[in-house]
């Protein structure tokens, strides 16, 4: 839609611009003129038979690349072949960059050559007449933009080429078609750009060389914004503005062309599919073990004062002003930094052995389940409401620890703790950063101290207060004032509240959204319900709890349902190897071509997959053996239902992922065990 309206202004402000008197276009068959032929003159059986595409366009006009910028539709191809023929990889030459107006767009003028591979089956009949159509789709555009299509065909009969035709043979050499670019190319990210490391041995030959990106995938990039070039110790590094989309999706690759131009004019691509790395960190910048375990009690500390936390604070240190006893500020004191401490104890616990099993998570990575969020949502609301006055569960959620514990509200203030853990997992305060680094890369032991000491420096503010008699007295007298600070109170809530919600929007798509915002009526009824039957007679009191009753659970079967929703963003692609998208089209076709294909499929929500990829998949050694074999390798994300992938699963015998199959030469698939290991990869890979 962005894309068509931008496209649509651009016409828009160019028909304005134009003299009166503008002429009529050319007709389409003079504007853009289409070839379809072959560099042989007969189709080999089971070979590959090579098409060229060419466009002659008119001076002053111009067609779209696959992925044609900001305005401007893509150019596209359908092939219609014979029985037991497979289409192949398109090549697409070069792109050229169009700008005007703040709108970019890629395409060509001039002339361009599409190169279309198409696969033979080995039963061709010698003699037999072979036809191809090609359907052919394109916007061209100059001052006005004129959509375009044409079908073509070719006949050719099977048989052992002869001598290749002059005139296709000389447009196939002189076709600038991308190189691939040495896989030791990476690009880091930073808040509002990629960085792409070009190293030196591909800029050879090129003097004083700049370079330009051209994105496959839309929403990367922002195409009108300058891509920088520097020289760095012979090697070049190009800068990319990110996208607004990309702000909330980094990819995992990028995926396009890189063309490098000399000062003197020549030109060379690249085809890349470049992994994402880490950004370099010097090792002198990493902590040692007693700054790291300093660094994490800081920023504990400093948790207390964000607004994930304070206001779960807050309800504490009202708890601890009612309470006039100080051996029970001092019980509720330990209770809670308890509760704190062991929450931070499990949660370091859960990382390191997930990290330590491969799968790529951080801190916070309990709200990436939609359930989790929305559940944590409902329970701030229910306690924003409460203390509002709109019902009465006493202090919040310590007064429902209260009436658990029925022992002086220990188990109250210890839960307290365990929920200022969970709240305060998505906030990263200062000297965090550094410390639960180390924490993901050190032994488990020091991993799980740094965690306890951020535990402990969350708590310590709270601790210290029940703990102290000088600061104990330092806190205001129980009074009028509590009452008005326990309604405002709600307000930081209903704020979190309103934060988890986003949090939630960014995980599911539209229709799940809105069902968590249903729930969090549902759950605003229950709470209502239930505080207007407290004030009423025994009857109806069990009226208005069944009707509360009713409302939580609708709200909880509108959470339950929310991880089917659907996600708002793809399932990224993973970071190691240079995978293709699996289509059963593109397996036939690399299988037919005799190319040895990996498979890979896998989901988000498989941790097995995680784990295979992260542990196996993205090593070097096992990229390095897949290269050198010249494997190509195939991904299929069946994170979300894709009938395509489950037909694929049953053929194998399978109802879920992961499965991994290594294709030989010969078409002949092996079945990879689901648990894999850097060894029995490269060993089956070393068979091919």
């Known amino acids: 839609?962005?894309?068509?309206?931008?496209?649509?202004?651009?016409?828009?402000?160019?028909?304005?611009?134009?003299?009166?008197?503008?002429?009529?276009?050319?007709?389409?068959?003079?504007?853009?003129?289409?070839?379809?032929?072959?560099?042989?003159?007969?189709?080999?059986?089971?070979?590959?038979?090579?098409?060229?595409?060419?466009?002659?366009?008119?001076?002053?006009?111009?067609?779209?690349?696959?992925?044609?910028g900001d305005s401007g539709l893509p150019t596209t191809v359908e092939l219609t072949l014979p029985p037991g023929f497979a289409r192949g990889a398109t090549e697409w030459p070069i792109p050229q960059r169009f700008a005007a107006g703040g709108i970019v767009d890629y395409g060509y003028s001039g002339a361009a050559d599409l190169h279309l591979a198409v696969a033979?089956?080995?039963?061709?009949?010698?003699?037999a007449s072979q036809t191809i159509a090609a359907a052919v789709k394109w916007l061209v555009c100059s001052n006005v933009c004129i959509p375009g299509e044409r079908t073509l065909s070719l006949t050719l009969p099977a048989g052992m080429p002869g001598k290749p035709d002059p005139a296709v043979a000389a447009r196939f050499a002189a076709a600038r078609m991308p190189l691939p670019l040495p896989d030791k190319v990476r690009f880091t990210v930073s808040p509002h750009e990629f960085r792409v490391d070009v190293p030196a041995d591909a800029l050879e030959g090129l003097d004083r060389p700049t370079a330009y990106f051209f994105p496959d995938d839309d929403n990367v990039i922002d195409y009108s914004g300058e891509q920088r070039n520097a020289i760095r110790?012979?090697?070049?590094?190009?800068?990319?503005?990110?996208?607004?989309?990309?702000?909330?999706?980094?990819?995992?690759?990028?995926?396009?062309?890189?063309?490098?131009?000399?000062?003197?004019?020549?030109?060379?691509?690249?085809?890349?599919?470049?992994?994402?790395?880490?950004?370099?960190?010097?090792?002198?910048?990493?902590?040692?073990?007693?700054?790291?375990?300093?660094?994490?009690?800081?920023?504990?500390?400093?948790?207390?004062?964000?607004?994930?936390?304070?206001?779960?604070?807050?309800?504490?240190?009202?708890?601890l002003i009612g309470a006039p006893d100080p051996a029970a500020r001092r019980h509720h004191g330990l209770a809670y930094a308890a509760g704190v401490?062991?929450?931070?104890?499990?949660?370091?616990?859960?990382?390191?052995?997930?990290?330590?099993?491969?799968?790529?998570?951080?801190?916070?990575?309990?709200?990436?389940?939609?359930?989790?969020v929305a559940l944590l949502a409902y329970l701030m609301l229910t306690m924003g409401?409460?203390?509002?006055?709109?019902?009465?569960?006493?202090?919040?959620?310590?007064?429902?620890?209260?009436?658990?514990?029925?022992?002086?509200?220990?188990?109250?203030?210890?839960?307290?703790?365990?929920?200022?853990?969970?709240?305060?997992?998505?906030?990263?305060?200062?000297?965090?950063?550094?410390?639960?680094?180390?924490?993901?890369?050190?032994?488990a032991p020091l991993g799980l101290a740094i965690f306890v000491a951020l535990g402990a420096g969350l708590a310590a503010p709270l601790l210290a207060a029940s703990l102290v008699p000088a600061l104990a007295r330092a806190l205001p007298r129980p009074g009028a004032w509590m009452a008005v600070l326990k309604q405002a109170l709600a307000f930081p809530l209903y704020g979190t509240v309103a934060w988890l919600v986003w949090v939630?929007?960014?995980?599911?798509?539209?229709a799940g959204a809105f069902a968590a915002l249903l729930g969090l009526v549902l759950v605003g009824f229950a709470v209502w319900a239930y505080g207007r039957s407290r004030l009423a007679a025994p009857a109806a009191r069990r009226v208005g709890g069944v009707f509360a009753a009713a409302g939580l659970a609708g709200a909880l079967v509108v959470a339950a349902m929310l991880p089917r929703a659907g996600a708002a963003v793809e399932s990224p692609a993973g970071g190691g190897l240079a995978y293709e998208k699996f289509t059963a089209e593109r397996l036939a076709a690399l299988t037919a071509a005799h190319?040895?294909?990996?498979?890979?499929?896998?989901?988000?929500?498989?941790?097995?997959?995680?784990?295979?990829?992260?542990?196996?998949?993205?090593?070097?050694?096992?990229r390095d053996a897949l290269a050198a074999h010249h494997v190509v390798a195939l991904r299929g994300d069946w994170t979300r239902q894709d009938p395509e992938i489950a037909a694929f699963l049953e053929r194998f015998g399978r109802s879920g992922v992961p499965l991994y199959l290594l294709y030989d030469g010969s078409g002949a698939a092996t079945v990879l065990p689901q648990i894999l290991t850097e060894a029995e990869v490269i060993d089956a890979v070393d068979k091919l």
């Open 385 to 443: 409401l409460s203390l509002s006055g709109v019902a009465d569960f006493g202090a919040g959620f310590a007064g429902v620890g209260d009436r658990l514990a029925g022992r002086g509200g220990l188990l109250g203030a210890f839960f307290t703790g365990v929920l200022a853990t969970v709240v305060a997992t998505p906030c990263t305060a200062p000297f965090m950063a550094a410390a639960l680094g180390v924490a993901l890369l050190a032994p």
């Open 120 to 127: 033979a089956p080995a039963d061709l009949a010698p003699g």
């Open 504 to 510: 939630l929007i960014q995980e599911v798509a539209p």
């Open 233 to 319: 110790g012979g090697a070049l590094e190009l800068t990319l503005p990110r996208s607004a989309a990309s702000n909330a999706s980094v990819p995992a690759e990028l995926r396009g062309v890189l063309a490098l131009r000399g000062a003197d004019g020549r030109e060379r691509g690249f085809l890349v599919s470049i992994a994402r790395a880490a950004a370099p960190m010097p090792s002198a910048g990493l902590p040692g073990w007693w700054q790291a375990l300093g660094f994490a009690f800081v920023g504990g500390l400093i948790l207390n004062l964000m607004p994930c936390v304070f206001p779960i604070l807050s309800l504490k240190l009202l708890s």
């Open 1 to 68: 839609m962005r894309r068509t309206l931008v496209h649509l202004g651009a016409i828009a402000a160019l028909a304005l611009t134009a003299p009166a008197g503008f002429a009529a276009p050319p007709p389409m068959e003079e504007l853009v003129k289409t070839e379809l032929s072959a560099l042989t003159d007969k189709v080999e059986p089971n070979a590959t038979l090579r098409l060229d595409l060419h466009f002659a366009i008119a001076p002053g006009w111009h067609i779209y690349w696959k992925n044609p």
């Open 595 to 622: 190319k040895p294909v990996f498979v890979n499929l896998t989901a988000a929500w498989c941790i097995t997959c995680l784990v295979n990829e992260r542990a196996t998949l993205d090593r070097d050694a096992v």
């Open 341 to 372: 401490v062991l929450s931070f104890a499990a949660l370091g616990a859960a990382l390191v052995v997930l990290r330590t099993g491969g799968a790529a998570i951080g801190w916070g990575f309990q709200l990436q389940s939609p359930l989790f």
